[in-house]
């Protein structure tokens, strides 16, 4: 949600209601997925360069199911900035940044946040990801590597 | 302003879409999924309403199931009948109906109708018509009887009468020329069930027996196999051979174990208190 002060700012908040089935990043690969520090493809990690997967395409429901919540949000702020005026959707970013802890470096395992469950109302209802591949189960190893280099902010 | 929260989260995963378009393209297709090919229908009566549906579930030209429960619980009032992908109707159902307990339990009173319509009409609308589960949804709460049809995209219609899957044509043949408002509970059920063989005995996807369920404001009545128009016929001879059929010429017996029995008697050995 980007602020804007000039005449006619109204027209350009998004009341998107359903997150579009493109990636924003769709048609266009970044090597810094599998970069090393050098800025190349990183064959040691991820095994040899794959054009195809690169630019593959994705299933049309892929991108809009990660969307959507965070679609539903920012409709819902921007709803609350056109009804009730600016303070609205500040108060509820704020009791959200509240309830977001930083992560400490020995964290790995995502923990579930239950007062942004709370706020995201998410603590009274039951979808498909509570019981579908739910990410605790997972036997996926992680690159314990690859994600500390993330959270210091060497890699993207 | 908002922080945008990169998690991995739970629920479909979509890995396999690349490898799976790869193969259709070379020729060889996905599996066919169950459906339930179908009649199901709902109609309200005076005190409440009535919900009927065959029992053929198909996995292509192949009757997978000859008496599957193709109408589902979803809360002590309400029950939703599905057509469609049999597994998508079953999983559907099960999500809102714990849903509905969830929000039940939160709000401390009996749920209405249209929640559980909305509910299920948002959650078809997000997988944008993926989930093949078109439904009929019919409960009584505090404002009556309440008849919604919910198809696979999200589309939503509240009627008096309804019929959904392939054998709807047949049914609402029936329904169209004798339905009238204020039936009584003998005449909605019949009517019901012969809106249910309609489909049976003219469409390919629908077969075996009706299931009939009355809601009305008291109770719920399930009533399962409620007709069998389709029960398998006793065969009248029998095709076994009797003994001696076959003259028995030489007969040789022999053991291949050898059993032996022996008791050992365990004496027990005193304590070591020591």
């Given amino acids: ?156 | 302003m908002t922080s945008r929260l990169q998690q991995t989260k739970g629920g479909f995963n979509f890995d396999n879409h690349v490898r799976n378009t790869m193969m259709e393209g070379k020729g060889m297709g996905i599996p066919k999924a169950t459906k339930t090919g179908t009649t199901i229908v709902g109609l309200i009566y005076k005190d409440g309403l009535v919900l009927g549906a065959d029992t053929r579930a198909t996995a292509g030209p192949i009757v997978a199931d000859k008496n599957c429960e193709k109408i589902h619980y979803l809360a002590p009032n309400m029950y939703c009948c599905g057509a469609g992908t049999a597994a998508d109707t079953e999983m559907t159902t099960a999500l809102i109906s714990s849903q509905l307990e969830l929000h039940r339990l939160s709000t401390g009173r009996q749920a209405r109708v249209v929640t559980a319509m909305t509910m299920l009409k948002q959650m078809l609308f997000k997988y944008q018509g993926q989930i093949g589960a078109a439904l009929i949804l019919g409960g009584v709460d505090i404002n009556g009887p309440h008849l919604y049809t919910i198809y696979p995209h999200g589309s939503t219609d509240k009627l008096p009468y309804v019929t959904m899957g392939s054998g709807s044509l047949a049914a609402m043949s029936v329904f169209e020329s004798r339905y009238r408002p204020d039936l009584s509970r003998e005449e909605g059920i019949s009517l019901v069930q012969e809106a249910i063989e309609a489909g049976i005995f003219n469409d390919l996807g629908s077969g075996s027996n009706v299931d009939v369920v009355v809601i009305n404001s008291e109770k719920v009545e399930v009533l399962r196999n409620y007709a069998k128009p389709n029960e398998r016929g006793v065969k009248e001879a029998s095709y076994k051979f009797q003994r001696g059929t076959t003259e028995i010429l030489k007969t040789s017996i022999r053991d291949l174990v050898d059993i032996k029995e022996s008791v050992n008697i365990h004496t027990p050995e005193a304590m070591d208190i020591s």
């Fill in chain 1, 1 to 156: 949600m980007v602020i804007h002060a000039q005449p006619g700012w109204k027209s350009r908040i998004s009341l998107r209601l359903a997150p579009s089935s493109k990636a924003s990043s769709a048609s266009s690969a970044s090597v810094l997925d599998t970069s090393n520090s050098y800025g190349l493809h990183d064959t040691m990690r991820f095994g040899m360069r794959q054009i195809a997967s690169e630019v593959s395409s994705k299933h049309p429901l892929e991108n809009r199911l990660a969307e959507w919540d965070n679609t539903q949000m920012e409709l819902k702020m921007n709803m609350a900035r056109n009804m009730y005026g600016m303070h609205a959707p500040i108060k509820m970013a704020m009791e959200r940044s509240l309830v977001i802890q930083a992560r400490g470096p020995s964290m790995l395992p995502q923990r579930s946040n239950l007062g942004l469950d709370i706020l995201a109302g998410k603590d009274e209802s039951i979808d498909f990801e509570d019981y579908l591949n739910v990410p605790e189960m997972s036997t996926d190893m992680v690159d314990v590597h690859v994600v500390m280099e993330r959270q210091i902010g060497i890699r993207a």
